[in-house]
């Protein structure tokens, strides 16, 4: 784990985190002690979003459980990260009530482009795990077209000749999106780099011209099975869901 190496003595419930993805000059990230959903309010993600003017893109990264479901997610802007944690289900609506600041703020925020590694995946576990819809998406692999979908691809591609990328590192921060609470940098370099990426000059039209991926303007009556094939068709992770759903 590469966060031990790039993790400064923290202040208060921050710890500030030093990139080592790629060699190029960047100042300290400040990562956010992990949020509560029930903690979340327009306050919180004004000052997180402070010196971000919209409209702005805001970079993704999940956290799984061992089970494999969706229980924190991770946004990034230039300095700043920040984990928020979403409760298990069956603790009663007051308990969900602040995921409709996260859903205007961020996630169906029309001014907001969200960006990620396999935003696919993570769109799907959202709307499936957590009853969250997205708007305005771009899977960072399908928006440069890359060769594969291994994030190092991307990120080589988008950071071009402009300099040179760790290959290790970001290879040992992709290697897992299971969240240890005592282990949470590498969830957080994972969105950070896909908010860096589109900072490159030459992304910018990529990320304009990408595919938008947008799952908040799907019918509730259509069922959640159908959703995923529907919008996913050639994903392995929707043909897995929808077995799941038909049993």
């Known amino acids: ?14 710890r500030t985190l030093l990139q080592t993805l790629i ?13 509560s959903e029930s903690n979340l309010s327009k306050e919180l993600f004004d000052d997180f979003f402070r010196d971000c003017p919209s409209p702005r893109n805001v970079g ?8 494999g479901n969706l229980s924190h997610l991770v946004l990034a ?22 995921r409709e600041v996260l859903s205007t703020e961020v996630l169906c925020n029309p001014d907001v482009t969200l960006v990620a590694f396999d935003l696919d995946k993570l769109a799907i576990a959202l709307f499936v795990d957590q009853n969250m819809r997205i708007l305005n998406g771009v899977d960072l692999q399908d928006a440069c077209r890359a060769t594969d979908r291994s994030p190092l691809t991307t990120i080589q591609f988008a950071v071009g000749d402009r300099a040179p990328v760790f290959q290790a ?13 005592k282990r949470t940098a590498n969830l957080a370099f994972q969105a950070w780099v896909a908010h860096r990426v589109v900072e490159y000059e030459t992304m910018e039209e990529r990320v304009r011209d990408a595919k938008r991926i947008n799952t908040r303007d799907i019918d509730e009556i259509v069922s959640r099975c159908s959703v995923r094939a529907s919008i996913f068709p050639s994903n392995p992770i929707s043909r897995h869901l929808a077995s799941d759903c038909a049993q």
């Open 1 to 14: 784990d590469l966060s031990k190496a790039r993790t400064m003595a923290p202040k208060s419930q921050t």
């Open 23 to 35: 060699d190029d000059d960047h100042p300290p990230i400040q990562l956010q002690g992990e949020v």
């Open 60 to 67: 993704l990264a999940p956290g799984h459980t061992s089970k």
């Open 77 to 98: 802007v230039s300095t700043r990260v920040m984990i928020i944690q979403f409760h298990a289900k069956g603790k009663g609506a007051k308990a969900y009530e602040r």
């Open 169 to 181: 590192n970001v290879n040992s921060v992709f290697a897992t999106t299971f969240y240890d609470s």
